[in-house]
Every structure is written in structure tokens, then in C-alpha cells.
């Protein structure tokens, strides 16, 4: 299993950014989570079986309508979280 944490910086909070990115992660075979943290960022957890499903994910975030409000986007690797089921919201 491959899992990505990834932080995007800009104007992200306040323009739909993290249910446009629910939207999206529909259309992929990944799980994981997205929430605005205190600072004015979005951090993402999304996770797969596949490499290239997680890849895809997010390179599919960068090529939508959000990739105006992104200014900078932080990929680190994670370690999977087996417990999680679909992509959530965290609030």
C-alpha cells in the first residue's frame, strides 16, 4: 500500500477546496482524509494499493480549478493507515 501526506499552501480555506477534493477522490480507488489545519493550510492523507491510483489522485487535484488556489504543495510518503475506509472530511 502507498500513502501520501501532502500540505498545499495558498488560498485554499474558504473556496470549496477540501469538498472539490472529496469530489475528485470519487473517481479513484483511494482512502484517506482532508482537513484546513489552524495556519491556513489544507492537509491531505490519501492512500491506495497502487502507487500510480495515489499519483494519479493527486496530480488530477493539481490539474482542476483548485490548482488557482494552490500555491505550494508539500508531498511527503506516509505510513498506510489499514483502518481507514473511503475519503473523509475531518473537521
Do not use: C
Not at 16 to 37: C, E, H, M, P, Q
Amino acid at each position: 500500500m502507498t500513502a501520501r501526506h501532502v500540505f498545499y499552501t495558498g488560498r485554499v480555506q474558504g473556496v470549496g477546496f477540501r469538498y472539490s477534493t472529496k469530489r475528485i477522490a470519487s473517481g479513484f480507488d483511494v482512502t484517506g482524509w482532508v482537513k484546513n489545519l489552524p495556519d491556513g493550510r489544507v492537509e491531505l492523507f490519501a492512500q491506495a494499493f497502487e502507487a500510480d491510483e495515489v499519483e494519479a489522485f493527486l496530480e488530477d487535484i493539481q490539474q482542476s480549478s483548485l490548482s488557482s488556489h494552490i500555491k505550494e504543495r508539500e508531498v511527503k510518503a506516509a505510513t498506510a493507515e489499514t483502518s481507514l475506509r473511503g475519503f473523509s472530511i475531518v473537521r
